[in-house]
Every structure is written in structure tokens, then in C-alpha cells.
């Protein structure tokens, strides 16, 4: 049976990021993201991560480059970009808008004006996907950090999100936190989602890692299989090689089984 290339979700040619003071924060940025795939952007804190997959996300504009979201300009794809494409804040408070965590999920399908019984089907589903359904009634702040990301990621499926964007998803968690995230992620990839993770926690994580991208001060460094990318590295890009505790790239993960 012949094999399908997978489809380019997105295509950066180009993109560079300057701020006011001629602060260059991204610079000429060339990468290829695919549909389904789980890739682990890895760097140093200020080296950019965050704010690539802001411009990718629809938030901010690239002082230069081009993008293109399935073929098309990003900036022809407004509406399906937001329906698309979800991010998951670092600080998971700053995304929490309902007062208890049913209506934290409904209020994506509600602002899409979406028939009643979709939003009760999306609603069902996601509590029932992020194992949320015993806390439905729960007030948002009653929850730990990772029941929040939980929330977020549960928040970003009711609205019909295939791509889901974890922005340092480890920050501030503790063991059982970080065990919450990981099986979102390894969920979401054998759901068929698209993932993309921005971390410096490389042994948390990388063993779900399609590919593998450096980035520092604001340029791709290097990408590729875990394994030969974490061969190259080099000491001032910042990223630390995780194997020195394990036996492999496919090792490296605190998610048991």
C-alpha cells in the first residue's frame, strides 16, 4: 500500500519579529508543520518559542515573511485559524472565563452560535475526554494547575480545535500536574491531533516527539529526529541534552507505561 504524504498545516518562510528599539526577537524563520504530527520546540527562556507560536496562532503579526495555514495566507484564514488552532497559556488562569467549569467549556460553542444540541454534544465530550465530568459543577478556582490545563485543553476541543499548542505546559506543576498534561498529549496524538509543545523540560516530554526543533535567540538552530538533533547540540543554544538520565530519546517522559 503506497504511503500518503502528510499534510502541511504550516508553511514559515521567512518570518522575522523586530519590536520597537530595534529589538530583533525573531529572525528569518523557515519551518514546516504537518497535520498530526507531535513536535517539541525546545529553547532557552527569551529565545522566542513563545512568541513564533503566537504569530502562528493568529495573535501577533511578523514584522516580515510570509505564513501560510493549508495552503493558503494566514491572513486570508482568520475564522478557521481560530477554530483550528488552540493555545495553551503558561498561566492557564489567564484563559479560564466561566465561573465553574461546565461553563468555562461552553463558552467557546456558545460565542460560535452553535445549535444547542452541538453545544451539549461538545460539552459532553470534552468533559468526558479530560476526565472532567465529576468536577463539572466545580468553581475554576477550587482547581489544581493541572485540572486547569485540563480545563484549557477541554475549553480548546469544544470548539473544534485540531491543533492544540501546550506553551510551557510543565511550569509550576507539580508531579501529578505534570502527569495530568502528559496524558493529554499522548491522547491528543493518538487521537490524531495535531501537537506542538514549547519547553525546556525535554525529559518530561520528548519520547512523544515526532521532531524536534532548537530555537535560539530567535533563529532555528536545528530540527529533526530527537535523537540526532540532541547529537548536535550546541552548548550555546541553551537546551540541555536530557539522555544523561536516560537511555534514549524515547525515554524521556514522566509518564509511566
Partial sequence: MEETSPKTLFSVRGVSKQFSGGIQALCGIDL???????????????????????????LVEPSAGEIFFRGKPIGECGRELRHSVGLVFQDSDAQILGETVEEDIRFGPENLKLPQPEIERRLEASLAALELAPKRDFTCRRLSGGEKRRLAVAGILAMGCNTVIFDEPFANLDWPGVVQVLTIIRNLKSDGKTVIVLTHELEKVLAFANRLVILAAGKIRDQGEAEAVLDRLAPQWGVRDPRGVYTSAKDCTWLAG
Fill in 32 to 58: 514546516d508543520m504537518f497535520e498530526g504530527e507531535c513536535v517539541v520546540v525546545a529553547g532557552a527562556n527569551g529565545s522566542g518559542k513563545t512568541l513564533l507560536m503566537h504569530i502562528l496562532a493568529g
